[in-house]
């Protein structure tokens, strides 16, 4: 019988392919690592040529290599670094907040409600609606040594009454209510905005009508109308000269000291020394000569027979009588400052027809 004889598997030799295919990925990563290595040697040998340390190149340095100056950054004081440079400023200053509570003031003489304004930065009726149980809307009433509140803002100032509402109240003075609420000075909750009794509010941006005073025109054909502002007061009617339309500066000095024209106080307050001279502005007749019930003082009202009337208040005399004839530049009387005024001025208006007028706009 025959058989087949056996082979022995154990000593046959790989095919070489399986063996490449086994070796390949060793094969690969060392040539990666002599890669790697090779590009290390370029990057040491580029540096060391440059003269560049690891340490300026912001690579660590073991402790090891601190001791090698050799590896530290050369600092050479003859080469020109361009760079950005910040001068001190000693005077510098912290942003200020704005001012939200209402401050106290004490009138000094010579003030007006238009210097105290300007000083503040707020308006003269801010300052008048903002103090009427001091000057009750008349900046004649403004004396020395009152206390005036100074409001942060433009408005009016406001005490809570009891039933009052906030919408009823910012109605009042031509608000919304939010802006109450809101405004930080007033400390009113968002969340429940219950106001007590007897609380001061500062109305942002509120207006309200004025209490106007002054003495009436009186016009030099009505009989007795100015008997009823003080001993001034003349009787009338007069017949008399006519002016010529046209004014002049009815003081030597022409520039404002004290109150400007606005609608609290509807003349200028013309600087004026006590006792200087002051004469009229356009020729007329005299309806009102002397002490006046409305704050003005001694005062000279001439009717100029034309439509225009002029008024001189805060007088220290008066040079003049009732129904006199006055010709332009005539004197009148001179300054001072009597009935409610802080300092010796011209307090001077002019009117047209019942109406006031800016004396700005006819002065020269």
């Known amino acids: 019988m025959n058989r087949s004889p056996k082979i022995n598997n154990q000593h046959r030799p790989r095919d070489w392919r399986q063996w490449l295919w086994t070796a390949t990925p060793f094969i690969i990563g060392a040539l990666c690592v002599i890669a790697a290595g090779w590009v290390i040697g370029l990057k040491f040998r580029s540096r060391n040529q440059a003269g560049v340390s690891p340490a300026s190149s912001g690579e660590r340095v073991s402790s090891g290599d601190l001791t090698d100056l050799s590896a530290l950054p050369v600092y050479d004081p003859n080469v020109e670094t361009k760079m950005l440079s910040r001068a001190a400023n000693l005077n510098t200053?912290?942003?200020?907040?704005?001012?939200?509570?209402?401050?106290?003031?004490t009138v000094q003489p010579g003030d007006s409600v238009f210097g105290i304004s300007a000083k503040f930065g707020i308006e003269p009726e801010t300052?008048?609606?903002g103090n009427f149980e001091v000057l009750n809307d008349d900046p004649h009433l403004?004396?020395?040594?009152?206390?005036?509140?100074?409001?942060?803002?433009?408005?009016?100032?406001?005490e809570w009454q009891?039933?009052?509402?906030?919408?009823?109240?910012?109605?009042l003075f031509g608000v919304e209510s939010r802006e109450i609420i809101e405004y930080p000075g007033n400390h009113i909750s968002f969340v429940d905005p219950q106001i007590m009794p007897g609380t001061w509010l500062i109305i942002p941006e509120g207006q309200r009508a004025f209490k106007q005073w002054f003495v009436p025109t009186i016009a030099r054909g009505q009989a007795g109308v100015g008997t009823a502002y003080g001993p001034g007061g003349c009787a009338g009617p007069y017949t008399g000269v006519v002016g010529t339309g046209g004014f002049i500066w009815p003081a030597s000095n022409h520039y404002i000291s004290g109150n400007d024209y606005w609608s609290g106080h509807l003349a200028i307050d013309i600087a004026a020394g006590m006792g200087a001279g002051i004469w009229a502005a356009d020729g007329g007749v005299v309806v009102f000569a002397g002490w006046s019930t409305v704050g003005y003082g001694n005062m000279v009202m001439i009717d100029h027979g034309n439509g225009w009337q002029t008024v001189y208040a805060h007088l220290s005399q008066v040079g003049v009588?009732?129904?006199?004839?006055?010709?332009?530049?005539?004197?009148?009387?001179?300054?001072?400052?009597?009935?409610?005024?802080?300092g010796p001025h011209l307090h001077f208006e002019t009117r047209f027809q019942d109406g006031f007028v800016n004396p700005w706009y006819v002065l020269p």
């Open 93 to 105: 200053s912290k942003p200020g907040r704005p001012r939200v509570d209402v401050l106290q003031y």
């Open 127 to 129: 300052l008048l609606w």
């Open 142 to 158: 403004l004396k020395p040594g009152q206390e005036l509140n100074i409001l942060p803002v433009d408005g009016t100032y406001y």
């Open 162 to 171: 009891d039933g009052d509402d906030l919408d009823h109240v910012a109605g």
């Open 321 to 342: 009588g009732c129904g006199q004839s006055v010709n332009q530049g005539q004197s009148i009387g001179l300054a001072g400052s009597t009935g409610n005024s802080t």
